[in-house]
Each structure stands twice: as C-alpha cells, then as structure tokens.
C-alpha cells in the first residue's frame, strides 16, 4: 500500500506559478505511476498530468498543456506539478493518485490510492 499526502495549494492571482507537491509513503514509489486530478466545486474529477514510473513518460490534458509540468523524485517519493500561467479556471481540489496497475494512467480508474487534495484558488 501507499499513502499519499498533498502540499502546497493555496490562494494566488491569474498569471502566477504555483507547485503543488505529493509525497507518498513506503519505499516502492518507483513501482507506482503517479498523476494529478482536479475536481471544481460541482464538478466532476478531471484528468490534469500523469507520469510513468520512471518518469520518463508524461501525458496532459489539453487544458493545461504548455503551463503544467508533471514530474518525480524517486529518491524523495515524491511528485510534483509546477502550474504556471494560472487562471481562475484552474481553481479546484487538487488530488495527487498512484496506480499500481498500469505503466503510466490517464483514467481514474485505473489509479488505486488517492491522496486528501490540496485547494488551489485562482483569483482574476
């Protein structure tokens, strides 16, 4: 099993940066591919970033490409998504997963732990 645990959301104005952070627990992270969903108030959970197990394989929905950057840290168990250009629609619950079904996933359901989420807030 693993846990994940998600950091670094908060309150920012369209155009900023912010890096949003998942540090997950036990010592086989590297065996896990890893992705970020958002979920807005009243909306359903969406696809954001997915990165394979070594990390050398990365996927993004089209709303985020070219500001978002997925990427992991073996040694420290830890992925990260640098989000860059925000904007108010990018306000949502952040949620960090791991599968260990799949080399690298883009559906939730293919994902098998889940962390709490970390709010990101996007003002205009």
């Known amino acids: 099993q693993v846990q994940l645990v998600e950091s670094g959301g908060g309150l920012v104005q369209a155009g900023a940066s912010l890096r949003v952070s998942c540090a997950a627990s036990?010592?086989?992270?590297?065996?896990?591919?890893m992705g970020w969903f958002r979920q807005a108030r009243g909306k359903e959970r969406d696809f954001v970033a997915a990165?394979?197990?070594?990390?050398?394989?990365?996927y993004y929905a089209d709303s985020v490409k070219d500001r978002f950057a997925i990427s992991r840290d073996n040694a420290k168990n830890t992925v990260y998504l640098q989000m860059n250009s925000l904007k108010p629609e990018d306000t949502a619950v952040y949620y960090c997963?791991?599968?260990?079904?799949?080399?690298?996933?883009?559906?939730?359901?293919?994902?098998?732990?889940w962390g709490q989420g970390t709010q990101v807030t996007v003002s205009s």
């Open positions: 036990g010592r086989t992270f590297s065996r896990y591919a």
């Open positions: 997963a791991a599968s260990s079904l799949v080399p690298v996933a883009l559906a939730s359901s293919e994902y098998d732990y």
């Open positions: 990165i394979s197990r070594r990390g050398e394989v990365t």
